[in-house]
């Protein structure tokens, strides 16, 4: 599968104020989770509904609602943080996981040291956030222990990816969809996004 870029204007804009490195921390954090809400509702486009009848302070009517498919959403430690609470904007009800990995610094390989997720996950679709697919390892590795769990249907949700990992985690689990803010270049000798927007993780939190 393709990725899904979502060219709305407003995405489109405010990623461009997330790779400016003028922007500060508050503003980051912030953007993050607004980008994150915007890519929440292209996500959740094939959500399934079912039609109720209620009364308006008019007349009887039928009606759609979410036919009560169940969400649960995994953030990857710790820059997918960022993009919980404006994903929980838009699904309140969605039960959150937890995978913590870090990217080892000269292997590039990631090293996992947190799994926390919901008891039914299996019965769920989930949703994995991770703003930055580099060369792909973080998330293959997290989405191949969600599946681990019994999970089946799986959406990656990330802001910015290079080629290489969109062709890395479509190689490991065709089976997962990919929605993102944008598909950059390439990824540079030390695995970061060129053009990108730094290292995400350090941005939101203000670290190093
Ligand atoms: C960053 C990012 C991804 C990973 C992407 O995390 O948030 O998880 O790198 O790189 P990959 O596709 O090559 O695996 P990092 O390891 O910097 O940890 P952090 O979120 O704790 O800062
Ligand atoms: N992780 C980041 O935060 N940024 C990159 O460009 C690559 C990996």
């Known amino acids: 599968m393709t990725p899904m870029i979502v060219e709305h204007p407003l ?9 400016n490195k003028q922007t500060g921390t508050k503003e980051f954090r912030d953007l993050v989770g607004e980008i994150a809400t915007l890519l929440c509702y292209e996500a959740t ?26 969400l649960a959403l995994v953030p990857i430690l710790r820059a997918g943080m960022g993009m919980l609470d404006g994903m929980l904007t838009l699904l309140p009800a969605a039960k959150v996981g937890f995978i913590g ?3 080892d610094e000269t292997t590039l390989q990631p090293v ?8 039914d996950i299996a019965e769920r679709d989930v949703l994995v956030l991770d703003p930055m697919l580099a060369t792909g390892g973080s998330a293959i590795d997290a989405i ?17 990816a290079a080629p290489e990992g969109i062709k890395a985690l479509h190689e490991a689990h065709p089976d997962v969809d990919i929605y993102l803010g944008a598909q950059d270049d390439h990824l540079n000798e030390n ?12 941005r939101i939190y203000g670290t190093k």
């Open 101 to 103: 990995l870090y990217r």
């Open 45 to 70: 486009r094939d959500l399934p509904l079912e039609e109720v009848e209620i009364e308006t302070p008019i007349t009887m009517a039928k009606t759609k609602v979410l036919a009560g498919r169940k």
């Open 191 to 202: 695995g970061y996004i060129v053009p990108g927007l730094g290292d995400a993780g350090d």
């Open 11 to 19: 995405l489109q804009h405010k990623l461009s104020i997330l790779r």
């Open 112 to 119: 996992e040291y947190f799994c926390k997720l919901p008891q």
């Open 144 to 160: 191949t222990q969600i599946k681990k769990h019994g999970a089946k249907r799986i959406k990656f949700i990330g802001l910015i």
